[in-house]
């Protein structure tokens, strides 16, 4: 497994930004798939997980309702479309995977990790 995070940037409050995370492997062996955040002077954070199928999601009470998580299998991929963002998003984003059978917002439940992309929200 090899993720790689893209589509990070600098946008302003209000708008919208979409991640993208592809894997160089088997995507679709990855049960679960998912994104945390870190901002500058605080700890790593949950933001949102998707099972392997697509029809469950999960996301942090922060984000629900203005981001969306997806992934497309055949393209070894997972999203995250971020809308009205806010100054409190900037962060730098990582795409997580798991291949265990099991939904968590715990990141070291997570064995496999991209490298990060920055998002920069002004405000």
């Known amino acids: 497994v090899q993720l790689q995070a893209f589509g990070g940037g600098l946008v302003q409050a209000g708008g919208s930004l979409r991640l993208s995370c592809a894997d160089s492997?088997?995507?679709?062996?990855?049960?679960?798939m998912g994104w945390f955040r870190q901002a500058p002077g605080n700890e790593r954070e949950f933001v949102a997980t998707?099972?392997?199928?697509?029809?469950?999601?999960y996301y942090a009470d922060s984000v629900k309702g203005r981001f969306t998580i997806s992934r497309n299998n055949a393209k070894n991929t997972v999203y995250l479309q971020m809308n009205s963002l806010k100054f409190e998003d900037t962060a730098v984003y990582y795409c997580?995977?798991?291949?265990?059978?099991?939904?968590?917002?715990?990141?070291?439940?997570?064995?496999?990790w991209g490298q990060g992309t920055l998002v920069t929200v002004s405000s």
């Open positions: 997580v995977a798991s291949r265990a059978a099991k939904v968590t917002m715990n990141q070291n439940e997570y064995p496999y």
């Open positions: 492997g088997r995507t679709s062996s990855l049960y679960v």
């Open positions: 998707i099972i392997r199928n697509g029809g469950s999601s």
